[in-house]
Every structure is written in C-alpha cells, then in structure tokens.
C-alpha cells in the first residue's frame, strides 16, 4: 500500500496519504488545498544496509541440506 507524505504550500500541514493512483489529486486535509508537494515517503527508501545479508546456512544446491530446498 504506498503511503506519501504531503506537505501543503498553503497552510504548511504535514500529513500522510494512501495513494491508490498516480493520477489521484491531493488535497490538504486542513485547508483543502491542491498546492501539496510530495515529499519522500519512509517507505519507498531503500534499507541503509545496502544489499540484503543471506540469512540461514548457504545454500549447497543438495536437496533438505538447506532451508530453501
Ligand atoms: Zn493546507
């Protein structure tokens, strides 16, 4: 479910948003306003550890050696 963040022009409300379309307008839950600027949602961030760590024992390839198998 992509949630964004809005920070109205208008009156400076901070709020969060689900989105269902892009095409979706927004408007300020406090003012109405449709001069709302999208601002970078904690959700779409990549994690700051950069590549996912392999978890469990790795993975031989032998059938129920190993977790995936
Ligand atoms: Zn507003």
């Keep these: 479910m ?3 963040e809005y ?4 009156c400076d409300q901070h709020f ?5 379309s892009a ?3 927004i408007s300020c839950p406090k003012c109405s306003s449709k001069k709302v600027q999208k601002q970078l949602s904690v ?5 700051s550890t950069g590549d996912p ?3 469990g024992p790795v ?3 032998t059938p129920q ?3 995936c198998h």
Excluded: Y
Excluded at 7 to 10: G, P, R, T
Excluded at 16 to 20: D, Y
């Design 65 to 67: 050696t190993c977790g």
């Design 53 to 55: 760590a392999p978890s």
């Design 16 to 20: 969060e948003t689900i989105v269902m």
């Design 2 to 4: 992509p949630i964004f």
């Design 43 to 47: 959700f779409a961030a990549p994690a």
């Design 59 to 61: 993975c031989t390839g």
């Design 7 to 10: 920070n109205c022009q208008s």
């Design 23 to 25: 095409r979706e307008k």
